[in-house]
């Protein structure tokens, strides 16, 4: 990262840390990322109806509600009865010295699966969430016929079974995002 004349008096330093860190919470936690991500593709929405159909304690879905809400991700429509609560899309976009990374809801998607998704749990527990992410990117390349799914796994310097397993995961992922992550391309 550097403080050079690319940055604009448009840039907020503040709002993109700010973006930054919401990612990074997202990423973390998987009951946070599966909770925004329902309530992206379904709000808005009651909280008593997320709690029951995510099966969530009501202290943790009211804590969450409120993680979600200080990051500045969502917002409660109290004004109708019960009260309802909505999330926006986000997009991260990180320049590197390793190249650009665009972070979209489907990530996050795929971070919340591994509370549901055996092969996507494994593939983190032994590989990592930056490793997730790489495959994530694979899959859409595959899925677009850029690549085939053994040399997405050369690429992912895996296994071949447990890169495949992933990949075959994360298409499921990617299908389903298409409804409800504005950023992300489609495949073709």
Same mark, same amino acid.
């Given at each position: 990262?550097?403080?050079?004349?690319?940055?604009?008096?448009?840039?907020? +330093?503040?709002?993109? *840390?700010?973006?930054? *860190?919401?990612?990074?919470?997202?990423?973390?936690?998987?009951?946070?990322?599966? #909770?925004?991500?329902?309530?992206?593709?379904?709000?808005?929405?009651?909280?008593?109806?997320?709690?029951?159909?995510?099966?969530?304690?009501?202290?943790?879905?009211?804590?969450?509600?409120?993680?979600?809400?200080?990051?500045?991700?969502?917002?409660?429509?109290?004004?109708?009865?019960?009260?309802?609560?909505?999330?926006? +899309?986000?997009?991260?976009? #990180?320049?590197?010295?390793?190249?650009?990374?665009?972070?979209?809801?489907?990530?996050?998607?795929?971070?919340?699966?591994?509370?549901?998704?055996?092969?996507?749990?494994?593939?983190?527990?032994?590989?990592?969430?930056?490793?997730?992410?790489?495959?994530?990117?694979?899959?859409?390349?595959?899925?677009?016929?850029?690549?085939?799914?053994?040399?997405?796994?050369?690429?992912?310097?895996?296994?071949?079974?447990?890169?495949?397993?992933?990949?075959?995961?994360?298409?499921?992922?990617?299908?389903?995002?298409?409804?409800?992550? +504005?950023?992300?391309?489609?495949?073709?």
């Amino acid at each position: 990262m550097s403080t050079d004349s690319r940055l604009s008096d448009s840039v907020d +330093p503040e709002e993109t *840390l700010g973006d930054l *860190l919401t990612y990074a919470e997202l990423l973390k936690t998987p009951k946070l990322a599966r #909770l925004y991500i329902y309530v992206l593709q379904h709000g808005p929405v009651a909280i008593e109806t997320v709690k029951a159909d995510l099966d969530i304690p009501h202290s943790t879905a009211y804590k969450y509600v409120g993680e979600l809400e200080e990051m500045g991700i969502l917002t409660r429509q109290e004004d109708e009865m019960p009260t309802q609560i909505a999330v926006d +899309p986000i997009r991260l976009t #990180l320049e590197t010295e390793h190249g650009d990374v665009v972070a979209t809801p489907v990530l996050v998607d795929a971070i919340g699966r591994q509370l549901d998704n055996e092969d996507i749990r494994v593939f983190v527990d032994r590989q990592g969430i930056p490793k997730l992410a790489a495959a994530l990117h694979y899959t859409l390349r595959v899925m677009n016929g850029e690549l085939t799914q053994r040399t997405a796994t050369n690429k992912l310097d895996v296994h071949p079974v447990e890169g495949m397993t992933v990949i075959t995961a994360l298409q499921e992922v990617i299908e389903e995002a298409s409804g409800y992550d +504005p950023y992300l391309e489609p495949a073709e």
